[in-house]
């Protein structure tokens, strides 16, 4: 079946570095995206979004690129800090009435000191 | 605090009790939807809510799951007869009607156990 997944379970970044995190979507209907982080014990907490008619987006130290051509998201953090370590997660909307987001397995990023 | 509320936090009961879990949305928000997330994995989406209305309901949502909105605001989750393969984070997540697109907003969660 179509899903979102991502390609590392884990990540680990010496503070002050950069980040990227990846992840594939293989349903060309979804037209919308969210990254959300999880920290331990919490609820997904939201980064940033992008439609599908965007191929960049940019917040406060994070950036999404949306890549449809070969179905790839990714998530850059910009200097990257202790607090930052969490699992990340990629999330779909498939397009149309459908409200329901489709989320991939996440990805658990480890801020080095 | 204006985010969404979740109660209880955790729950651990026997195998084939029943469970009701509540959430309360943000207060502007119309649409409501509860996922069920196990270690490890990312969120399952379960159902969705407009106002008071149970728009979707997933494949994951069997006989033994009922969740209501009577009044379009808080929303209760309840499992009958539960199993031990219910063991999981419960989440309920909340968005706007005037958002262009689907920003939910997630409560902390019920953990539930089932022994």
């Known amino acids: 079946g179509e899903s979102v997944g991502l390609h590392l379970p884990t990540l680990s970044v010496q503070e002050g570095d950069n980040s990227i995190i990846n992840c594939a979507y293989s349903n060309s209907a979804s037209d919308y995206f969210i990254w959300y982080k999880q920290e331990s014990g919490k609820g997904p907490q939201f980064i940033i979004d992008i439609r599908s008619n965007m191929d960049k987006r940019q917040g406060q130290r994070v950036t999404v690129l949306l890549n449809k051509t070969v179905k790839h998201l990714s998530l850059q953090i910009a200097a990257t800090q202790p607090g930052d370590s969490a699992v990340y997660f990629c999330a779909e909307r498939i397009g149309g009435s459908a409200r329901q987001l489709t989320f991939g397995s996440g990805t658990q990023l480890t801020v080095l000191p | 605090d204006t985010g969404v509320s979740q109660n209880p936090r955790h729950k651990i009961t026997k195998r084939g009790q029943n469970v009701t879990f509540r959430c309360d949305p943000i207060?502007?928000?119309?649409?409501l939807y509860w996922y069920r997330q196990t270690l490890g994995q990312g969120p399952e989406f379960l159902t969705y809510?407009?106002?008071?209305?149970?728009?979707?309901k997933s494949r994951l949502l069997s006989d033994r799951f009922s969740a209501e909105r009577p009044k379009g605001s808080f929303s209760t989750l309840e499992i009958q007869r539960t199993e031990q393969g219910d063991s999981a984070m419960y989440l309920c997540a909340s968005s706007s009607r005037v958002a262009l697109d689907n920003e939910q907003f997630f409560g902390p969660g019920t953990r539930l156990t089932v022994l």
């Open positions: 207060s502007e928000h119309n649409r």
């Open positions: 809510f407009q106002n008071e209305a149970q728009l979707e």
